[in-house]
């Protein structure tokens, strides 16, 4: 079993849409969940970081955590073509590892 | 811009080659990390270096030496590479609290080496 799973997508919707993004993970000590944005070609860049059960919303962003069922989330609320990326979750260990463990991510296609 | 650059941003060499990757962080963090991004693959841990010291090495191949001179600087020496070592090589730096709780994880990016082996 993968530590972090994502659906690899593509998950397409469409501008003005939300988007819902998807992860699981196996750690049930985790205590860090991070959503990371990554352009074709360059680096990941952090959208949120969410520590504690429940929403937690910024703009355009909501990241959902759910750690009896091992789940975190992100919605995208109207969808851009500028959002068409890929979303990687990132985990970090709950025995004091501080080093992120990445899903595979999810390419995400906004259609005009 | 993060606050971490990485030089050289691009980078091809032979097998028989020796480099160096340089990464450097401008946000005052003490923890420094090493990973490798292959096409069609997550991202993969290498090195972490916490206040200088490295503290986690993910079974990489001795081909592939950090060393981290302060919490500002970490370098990954590069030296007969293989073909299947070209990647896109990236450098996070983040802030650890003493108490390690949640919060103290946080990482940022620099823009990454793409390394093409020959």
């Known amino acids: 079993q993968k530590e972090v799973e994502q659906n690899s997508g593509p998950l397409s919707v469409p501008e003005g849409a939300i988007a819902s993004l998807n992860c699981t993970y196996s750690d049930r000590g985790s205590q860090s969940f991070f959503w990371y944005r990554q352009y074709s070609g360059k680096s990941p860049e952090l959208i949120m970081s969410?520590?504690?059960?429940g929403d937690k919303e910024d703009g355009r962003f909501t990241a959902q955590l759910n750690k009896a069922s091992q789940y975190v989330s992100l919605l995208i609320r109207d969808s851009q073509p500028s959002d068409s990326a890929t979303y990687l979750c990132?985990?970090?260990?709950?025995?004091?590892?501080?080093?992120?463990?990445f899903g595979s991510g999810t390419r995400l296609q906004v259609q005009p | 811009e993060t606050g971490v650059t990485q030089t050289p941003r691009h980078l091809v060499m032979g097998m028989t080659n020796k480099k160096s990757l340089k990464c450097e962080q401008h946000l005052g963090h003490n923890a420094m990390y090493w990973y490798k991004q292959s096409a069609k693959k997550p991202l993969e841990l290498m090195f972490v270096?916490?206040?200088?010291?490295?503290?986690e090495n993910n079974s990489v191949p001795s081909r592939f030496s950090p060393e981290c001179p302060n919490s500002s600087h970490l370098f990954l020496h590069l030296h007969t590479l293989q073909p299947e070592d070209s990647a896109l090589y990236l450098c996070?730096?983040?802030?650890?609290?003493?108490?390690?709780?949640?919060?103290?994880?946080?990482?940022?990016f620099g823009p990454g080496t793409r390394l093409t082996v020959l």
């Open positions: 969410i520590y504690s059960n």
């Open positions: 990132a985990v970090t260990g709950g025995t004091g590892r501080r080093a992120l463990t």
């Open positions: 996070a730096s983040s802030l650890l609290g003493t108490s390690g709780g949640a919060g103290s994880d946080t990482q940022y």
């Open positions: 270096y916490n206040f200088k010291e490295q503290t």
